[in-house]
């Protein structure tokens, strides 16, 4: 079974940078979307951004995009977020997940959705002050 570990969350002032990297166990991961989502204090876990098996098709919620990178290292097992211009509104637990089918079937209208993923990591904790 794949297990999921992220890391590279700390304290930050707004407009720093900072990049995750989601680390998975398993010999299969190069078959598979992964994707970002956040959930702060008192709100829903969110989509954050998304990218296919083979690194070629990304999405991003628009809350992040054009201030953050999605990118994924087959041979090292990892999916990064690379997140800059950090605001205060950032500021949540970042989990990384990993889609509950190979090869992407069913497209990219997917991605956005809780239900697409089947395993997660433990998250890592994001916190932007102003």
């Known amino acids: 079974q794949v297990q999921l570990v992220e890391s590279g969350g700390g304290l930050v002032q707004a407009g720093d940078s900072l990049r995750l990297s989601c680390t998975a166990s398993?010999?299969?991961?190069?078959?598979?979307?992964m994707g970002w989502f956040r959930q702060a204090p008192g709100k829903e876990r969110e989509f954050v951004a998304a990218i296919d098996w083979t690194g070629g098709k990304t999405a991003y919620a628009d809350s992040v995009k054009g201030r953050s990178t999605i990118s994924r290292d087959n041979t090292k097992n990892t999916v990064y977020l690379q997140m800059n211009s950090l605001k205060p509104e950032d500021t949540a637990v970042y989990y990384c997940?990993?889609?509950?089918?190979?090869?992407?079937?069913?497209?990219?209208?997917?991605?956005?959705?809780?239900?697409?993923?089947?395993?997660w990591g433990q998250g890592t904790q994001v916190t932007v002050t102003s």
């Open positions: 398993g010999p299969t991961f190069s078959n598979y979307m």
């Open positions: 997940a990993k889609d509950r089918y190979r090869l992407n079937p069913y497209g990219q209208s997917r991605w956005s959705r809780i239900e697409t993923y089947d395993t």
